[in-house]
């Protein structure tokens, strides 16, 4: 079955960095585009940023451009999101997503979250 799975949440003071994971399995991850969301207390689920399955093409949030760097590793079945000049704003509960369009695992995947807290 599909699963994913992030891992390196933290504490963190403002202003430093975290590289959160994903793990992927059950389906053939290089075939599709990857999605990093997070949720703050309080606030509806919002994108992050965006790749596409051979990582060539990335999409970032107003709010963490030049910030967030997402990329992948198709040959580990892994996204990953380089964060970098954290803001306590950042606090959130992060989630990777994978959408399979079609076939028998058509579906809208999403793991467990890894909680990133900034704060002093």
């Known amino acids: 079955q599909v699963q994913l799975v992030e891992s390196g949440g933290g504490l963190v003071q403002p202003g430093g960095s975290l590289r959160l994971s994903c793990a992927a399995s059950?389906?053939?991850?290089?075939?599709?585009?990857m999605r990093w969301y997070r949720q703050a207390p309080g606030k509806e689920r919002e994108l992050v940023a965006g790749i596409s399955s051979a990582g060539t093409i990335t999409n970032y949030a107003d709010s963490v451009k030049g910030r967030f760097t997402i990329s992948r590793d198709n040959a580990k079945n892994t996204m990953y999101l380089q964060m970098n000049s954290l803001k306590p704003e950042d606090t959130a509960v992060y989630y990777c997503?994978?959408?399979?369009?079609?076939?028998?695992?058509?579906?809208?995947?999403w793991g467990q979250g890894t909680q990133v807290t900034v704060s002093s």
């Open positions: 059950g389906f053939t991850f290089s075939r599709y585009a």
């Open positions: 997503n994978a959408v399979i369009p079609i076939g028998f695992q058509r579906g809208d995947y």
